[in-house]
């Protein structure tokens, strides 16, 4: 058996594939106090680690954004905007 291979969540999803022999942290996403997905990262992936422990606000970017909104953009609670230098 291969150390890397396919996961496919509980509903059904496949995901990338994995490392078994990586080290990781799980994190667990909730809503109203019920968690609805797990989700490992591995721990070489600093960077994704340190926002995924910030206890990030997730916000749909609208389709008219798609790919434009970038690192440094902000978000007012209402809109994006991109940044003023």
């Not at 496919?8 to 909730?30: E, L, T």
């Not at 721990?43 to 690192?71: C, H, Q, R, T």
Request: charge should be negative; charged fraction near 20%.
């Amino acid at each position: 058996m291969s150390n890397t291979e396919e996961y496919v969540s509980p509903d059904g999803y496949p995901q990338s594939p994995f490392n078994r022999n990586a080290p990781v942290n799980w994190y667990a996403f909730v809503i109203d106090g019920e968690v609805v997905w797990m989700q490992t990262c591995q721990v070489s992936l600093e960077f994704l680690n340190i926002v995924l422990k910030s206890d990030p606000k997730i916000i749909p970017v609208p389709d008219y954004l798609a790919g434009e909104v970038l690192s440094g953009w902000t978000w007012d609670g209402f809109e994006f905007h991109e940044p003023t230098e």
